[in-house]
């Protein structure tokens, strides 16, 4: 077993990182003729809004060719197969399911099976109105192969684990549209590289040495590498850097950071790694019910896929017992990077290789101290004297390095003298008491108590979530959290958490331990579930105590007196879950601001809870039936919440809690009504009240709520109307009215001028009302006055805050369209997608905010008018009339151009002079003949012009240096654009960039080239030049029908016995077509250092070899030591 010590080096070439394009993120397979076509849309539409490219056929886009169709599951990510009663009867649907199965079998794909209103068996077994919908196929000419085919795809999609609508989420569509959404962000997650550090010093010579250890050996081995060191050696930024590297090679991949800090902190810790782990690799929601069960889900489940999997900081063999278990749980290919403090148990776990973390040199810690103290300027002269003494006392150690430079990066020069020599007195091995320097040198005491608060009880918390509990407090928390960052204590990540080295947690809690090391009574800050339990029961809490934390249940079946709490004068915080109090609630003491007690076993909230300091007060998913406290005397409460209090039938009065801000009563399915007093809460921004299944009617005086921003009424299904005098809520920003009863709209909603989101579900409109005119006139006009068909009221002009509006599916005319509609100034999404008008007569260049504009699938479109240049999206496609857009040269910030299959089109203007835009979708646009110099489109990704079968030009493709994906197929009037100098440009990022083309020939000048599917070479000597990648050339044969296929190209390393496979993709058809991918450097499993011999072989299950790949050649890149990029020939002559 090999151990092997990080050489040191200070050299930061980071590879790039990137992923691999995809096309689409979610392919949608569903038939259009049944219930399921509400579904689906809301689904499709949900989708699209949280932003993942979304494509979808239905049985009434039949205008949409086979060959798209198929191009777009072969550049999708994941299925989403909607099987529904009709769905066995569409032919398109089976083909599309056939097809997938095939790109599942030889892709890391996902597919999501939802069974909707049916028997999931009568999918997999073909019986019941699936059996029907085959005997009709059988009378309809359709040949037994195919059938046969259908059938064996139905059967292992029914077999795939997927969801029955009829037993998730109670049957509700929303809500399991909720869940779908989350399973495909996980998804997507999981192929999104991790944040690794703003200063890699010296970071990036160490990840290629890690890497090498892993893909040591056959690629089919399962290998373990473990890496060791001590804490805050940089062992987690070196792991991290490790998975964004080799993330691509592997089905599935999960990063398990702070594994010990984890297990411990809760005594279900090991089972929430479980069920991440296995929601991570297995993409689904999992509960597992102790570690023991884990231990067997794991098992079963990992086997699955090739995965790559990251622990880290374990400290114990239990922990990998329950993760891991054993190395034969993996399957072949699999890999596992481990991290620990501990070499010993590294040599107990069995390590393939052992990598120890070494700290840095003299020169690298210099340079990372630097980059913190003094961001990237030079130190001042009467600085630099002391910054190598700091540097060498801090002894290598990352941390050490980057907090203390943090710390003294605003210091004065006398500050900078006292903390060396408090460096000096500290031994070099004692990390904890040199980290305390900074703790003692924060500004103030506010400032200390948030890092201790932050240490102590909320380790990886939301920012806006603690932000609330400070505030409540009496801290101020923007500016406290901003100095714990600024000094390196505090991170925040993309996800706005606030995370803590353990390193630093470890010191804040030990700076509260020693307040008083043999009595928790006496400190300021009680986490721990032993010694919170000592406390209350034995009475011991003094006036020491400022915050009780308790996040388990670990003392859920305890009872504890009240009285347990009477000397603790001082407490402010009080946080627990699943805790049975009894006694005289009033021993509570006055000084607290915070109360969380979720699931409080109570059955009314106690008569003689007053606490009139309290800022905060949650009692979620509690077992109250009513409340008794006299909420009056709670005169500082501003946050109110009872979510998910689901036996909770009336609310509480509401009188003399004049501060209160948010009122949260959401998903108390049994509540009957609000209180009518509600209408004394002046302050109030925020009510929910979402998913109150039993409320039928608003208190009339909700209207007096002056300071209302927010009202979420979603899923109150028995509620059917709003009060008359809505409009009074003259503040509000926000209504949430989906899935509810609401038969009407009042009047006086056109009176809400901050109006900004108006949300009523589709279901209302499409039911309500039948014209796009009728629902407005219902809104905007008072009950008695009558609105022509066609025509829009003034008033709706008042509606100036409004940002989003979004018609679809309405049959809308010209005349429907209000020229009212020019007015909303403030109008930022607007979309009249699939509706009959031929044109839009209003002003859009009016709507001087529009950021989104969607017109597609209007089929009698015929132009669009003049745009605004503060457009970001423009999306028109499937408008099969359209023939004219406007000059686009003025649309300075557009980044997204959809006009795929707009049939009529045949040039866009000012499309040169779109230096913003990222991707340009024109596929199947038959008319469309010629694409202007495209040298200035400095930042487009993704170029699709196939199917353009009359495009004779493109100019200015080697310019474009941020492509990554170019589609020429069936361009059949196009000459090839690809010159060598294009190739040479695209070398750049590491990147895989995908081309397609109808040719059949590989250039003269590639490096090497051969007739067939395989060829062999010898990659040259290199030299002092450095190997970037290689393109790969293929000329695929003719077939009777076009089709996608997905073809694999096997690359060996024969020299280091090493193999890896690369996904291709090509159309084929009646004419001989080409598919050109660049392989960057970092997608070989070996570093390529000359003389290897390489063979590479391309292979497509659905055609013989031989017949399918008629050409391919192969294209080297290297760039020599002055930066120029040469290719084999060049190296060479």
């Not at 109150?716 to 949430?736: M, Q």
């Not at 070398?987 to 080239?1009: A, R």
Request: net charge neutral.
């Amino acid at each position: 077993m090999a151990d092997q010590k990080g050489k040191d080096q200070s050299s930061n070439s980071q590879p790039s990182l990137a992923l691999l394009p995809w096309k689409y993120d979610v392919f949608l397979n569903c038939s259009g003729g049944d219930t399921s076509k509400y579904f689906v849309d809301q689904l499709y539409l949900t989708l699209r809004q949280a932003g993942f490219n979304t494509f979808r056929t239905d049985d009434e886009g039949e205008h949409v060719s086979s060959e798209v169709v198929m191009n777009a599951i072969e550049g999708s990510i994941i299925f989403i197969i909607v099987l529904s009663k009709n769905y066995a009867s569409s032919r398109r649907c089976l083909n599309e399911l056939v097809h997938i199965l095939e790109v599942k079998k030889n892709s890391k794909r996902l597919i999501l099976p939802i069974f909707y209103d049916i028997d999931p068996s009568d999918a997999r077994k073909q019986t019941g109105i699936f059996a029907e919908a085959f005997e009709r196929h059988g009378t309809c000419s359709q040949s037994e192969q195919n059938i046969q085919l259908w059938r064996a795809a139905l059967s292992r999609v029914g077999n795939l684990s997927g969801w029955d609508l009829r037993h998730v989420a109670e049957g509700f569509e929303s809500k399991f549209i909720h869940i779908i959404s989350e399973e495909v962000l996980q998804e997507v997650k999981s192929r999104t590289p991790l944040y690794v550090t703003k200063h890699p010093v010296a970071l990036f010579p160490r990840v290629n040495q890690i890497e090498k250890l892993l893909f040591k050996g056959r690629c089919d081995d399962v290998r373990v590498i473990g890496i060791y060191g001590m804490g805050g050696i940089g062992k987690t930024t070196l792991a991290k850097a490790v998975f964004n590297q080799v993330l691509q090679h592997f089905e599935a991949s999960c990063f398990l950071e702070n594994v010990k800090s984890e297990a411990s902190e809760s005594p279900n810790g090991l089972v929430h790694l479980q069920e991440q782990l296995l929601r991570t690799i297995l993409r689904r929601k999992i509960k597992v019910h102790n570690v023991d069960e884990g231990i067997t889900l794991i098992k079963e489940g990992i086997w699955q896929k090739k995965v790559f999997i990251v622990l880290d900081d374990l400290d114990d063999q239990c922990q990998l017992n329950a993760l891991l278990g054993e190395r034969d749980w993996l399957r072949p290919g699999s890999r596992v990077v481990i991290t620990t403090q501990d070499k010993h148990l590294l040599k107990e776990l069995q390590m393939n290789e052992q990598y120890e973390a070494m700290k840095l040199d003299h020169k690298s810690s210099l340079q990372l101290f630097t980059l913190h103290a003094f961001r990237n300027a030079p130190p001042a002269e009467d600085y630099s004297m002391h910054v190598d003494g700091i540097v060498t006392y801090c002894a290598g150690v990352p941390l050490a390095l980057q907090v203390l430079g943090a710390y003294l990066s605003d210091k004065k020069i006398e500050e900078w003298k006292n903390a060396l020599d408090k460096l000096k007195t500290i031994p070099s091995s004692d990390i904890h008491t040199k980290l305390r320097i900074i703790f003692d040198g924060l500004p103030d005491d506010f400032t200390k108590a948030v890092f201790l608060d932050l240490a102590c009880f909320f380790f990886k918390i939301q920012k806006s979530e603690v932000v609330g509990i400070f505030t409540a407090c009496g801290f101020y928390p923007e500016v406290e959290i901003c100095e714990l960052i600024d000094k390196s204590l505090l991170t925040i990540d993309e996800n706005k958490h606030l995370n803590m080295h353990n390193l630093i947690r470890d010191m804040g809690r030990e700076i509260v331990h020693s307040e008083s090391p043999d009595n928790p009574g006496k400190r300021s800050r009680l986490w721990c579930p032993k010694d919170i339990s000592d406390v209350l029961i034995g009475h011991k809490g003094t006036k020491a105590v400022e915050g009780i934390v308790l996040e388990s249940s670990a003392l859920k079946d305890v009872p504890f007196s009240t009285k347990a709490f009477e000397k603790m004068a001082k407490l402010r915080l009080l946080h627990i879950n699943h805790l049975q109090l009894y006694g005289r609630f009033q021993y509570l003491p006055k000084s607290l601001k915070y109360l969380h007690w979720h699931y409080c076993p109570l059955k009314c909230l106690p008569s003689d809870l007053c606490l009139e300091n309290l800022v905060i007060l949650n009692m979620s998913f509690g077992k109250f039936k009513e409340s008794q406290a006299p909420l009056k005397y709670f005169k500082c409460l501003k946050s109110l919440v009872f979510y998910s209090c689901e036996d909770l039938k009336k609310s509480p009065e509401f009188v003399g809690l004049h501060s209160l801000e948010e009122l949260s009563f959401g998903y108390c399915s049994n509540l009957m009504g609000l209180d009518s007093t509600i209408g004394e809460l002046k302050r109030l921004r925020i009510l929910n009240i979402a998913d109150c299944k039993n409320l039928r009617e608003l208190p009339r005086r909700i209207c007096e709520l002056k300071s209302l921003e927010i009202l979420y009424l979603y899923r109150c299904s028995k509620l059917e109307e709003l009060p008359d005098d809505l409009g009074k809520l003259e503040r509000l920003k926000e209504l949430n009215a989906v899935a509810t009863a609401i038969t009407r709209l009042p009047g006086s909603v056109g009176h809400l001028k901050n109006l900004e989101m108006l949300l009523l579900s589709q279901d209302f409109l499409l039911k309500r009302q039948s014209k796009f005119s009728d629902i407005f006139s219902t809104w905007l006009q008072p009950k008695r006055s009558h609105s022509r068909v066609g025509y829009l009221p003034s008033s709706f002009s008042s509606l100036s805050a409004l940002k989003v509006l979004q018609i679809e599916n309405w049959n809308m005319t010209e005349d429907d369209i209000p020229f009212s509609l020019a007015s909303l100034s403030s109008l930022q999404n607007l979309c009249f997608s699939n509706n009959k008008f031929h044109a839009i007569h209003f002003n859009l260049c009016d709507l001087s905010s529009l950021k989104y504009l969607n017109l597609s699938e209007c089929p009698n479109l015929k132009s669009i008018p003049e745009i605004p240049p503060t457009l970001q999206n423009l999306r028109a496609y499937k408008c099969k009339s359209l023939e004219r857009l406007p000059n686009l040269s003025g649309l300075k910030r557009l980044e997204e151009l959809e006009l795929y299959c707009c049939e009529m089109l045949t040039e866009i203007q000012g499309l040169e002079n779109l230096d913003s835009v990222r991707r340009i979708s024109l596929w199947s646009c038959k008319s469309f003949g010629r694409l202007l110099d495209v040298s200035n489109l400095s930042k487009l990704k993704n170029l699709d012009l196939s199917h353009c079968e009359r495009l004779i030009e493109i100019r200015g493709l080697e310019n474009l240096h941020s492509i990554r994906y170019i589609n020429l197929f069936n361009c059949k009037a196009l000459k090839n654009p690809f010159t060598e100098n294009f190739f040479k440009a695209h070398y750049e990022h590491g990147s895989e960039l995908q081309l397609g083309l109808c040719n059949s020939n590989v250039p003269n000048w590639f490096s090497y080239k051969v007739d067939g599917c395989s060829m062999c070479f010898n990659m040259p000597l290199q030299g002092e030049s450095t190997f970037l990648g290689m393109f790969l050339w293929v000329v695929y044969g003719t077939v009777d029908e076009t089709k996608n296929v997905y073809p694999k190209a096997t690359i060996v390393d024969q020299t280091n016995g090493v193999e890896f496979n690369h996904r291709l993709w090509t159309t084929i058809s009646f004419a001989e077509n080409s598919s050109i991918h660049y392989i960057p450097r970092i997608y070989f499993k070996c570093p390529v250092k000359g003389r290897e011999m390489m063979s590479i072989h391309i292979e497509c299950y659905d055609f013989p070899t031989e017949d399918f790949v008629k050409k391919c050649g192969v294209h080297l890149l290297y760039k020599d030591k002055n930066g120029q990029v040469h290719s084999v020939c060049e190296f060479f002559s």
